[in-house]
């Protein structure tokens, strides 16, 4: 079975497409699960996202395109929220869905992953940012709300990369993230970086492997030539660190497919 849980809409301003034509392409690729995943509603970097009074129309659109096309895909219905404290609303995280992605795209009000921030990582010590950033990703698994880690190791996204070792740093999230009974995605967006590079590495991959936690396969899409975006590059690369299962969800609920 093949799935592909974190795909984006033209609501979030930053994708470009219809749903049907994600949808369309979805099937086309012989994707079995199709989860979209917006950008959730916050109070910070509003333009980038869902708007709260939108929350109904897209959760509709969706459950409206799952009864149109279910008998070629399934879909499912998901939000990715940011990890940002003082910034994470009730009405997000108890929001009816299958699964919520927990993503930290902010150090305080840094945008680390945004191409007109990138100038800030010469103004700090690279070590204490992936630290930090690591930091955040336990602090989010800790809180219990979220259902899968949106592109663990983002923080590589420049290929700003810290002198320290990077399993020791990510360590305490990776037990968290187990803890906490979360699935760690395998993310090809990293592939279109300049990292070019699967989220997770190789290496995280294999700690999270031997903590025993398990996956899910996400493309990150934000335009139609995304989805499923180098798949089988992610397939790979599971089975080389030994999973041969993945997880979907319904209703917050965790279900084993063999991919
Ligand atoms: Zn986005
Ligand atoms: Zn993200």
């Not at 959730?40 to 708007?51: N, V």
């Not at 070629?72 to 009405?91: F, S």
């Not at 002198?163 to 090809?188: H, Q």
Request: aromatic content about 12%; glycine content about 6%; hydrophobic content about 40%.
């Amino acid at each position: 079975m093949r799935i592909d849980l974190h795909n984006h809409t033209i609501r979030c301003n930053h994708a470009k497409g219809s749903m049907d034509t994600y949808i369309e392409r979805a099937i086309k690729l012989g994707i079995d699960i199709y989860g979209f995943s917006e950008h959730a509603p916050m109070d910070f970097d509003s333009y980038y996202r869902l708007d709260f009074n939108k929350m109904n129309v897209y959760e509709n659109d969706v459950l409206n395109l799952k009864e149109k096309y279910k008998n070629d895909i399934k879909i499912i219905l998901g939000y990715e929220v940011d990890y940002l404290k003082g910034h994470m609303d009730e009405r997000v995280l108890t929001s009816n869905v299958d699964y919520l992605i927990g993503s930290v795209h902010f150090l305080g009000e840094w945008g680390f992953d945004h191409p007109d921030y990138i100038n800030e990582y010469k103004n700090r010590n690279i070590n204490q940012i992936w630290q930090e950033y690591f930091d955040a990703i336990e602090a989010m698994a800790k809180t219990g709300y979220f259902n899968i880690v949106g592109h663990l190791d983002l923080i590589k996204i420049f290929n700003f990369m810290p002198t320290k070792d990077i399993r020791n740093i990510a360590t305490n999230a990776l037990k968290a993230i187990k803890k906490s009974n979360m699935v760690l995605e395998l993310n090809s967006a990293g592939l279109r970086k300049p990292c070019k590079e699967i989220y997770p590495s190789l290496s995280l991959l294999e700690m999270a492997y031997e903590l025993d936690i398990p996956i899910t396969f996400s493309s990150d899409a934000h335009a139609i030539g995304q989805v499923g975006y180098r798949y089988e590059e992610s397939i790979a690369l599971a089975k080389k660190v030994g999973y041969t299962k993945a997880v979907t969800f319904e209703q917050r609920e965790q279900q084993l497919i063999t991919f």
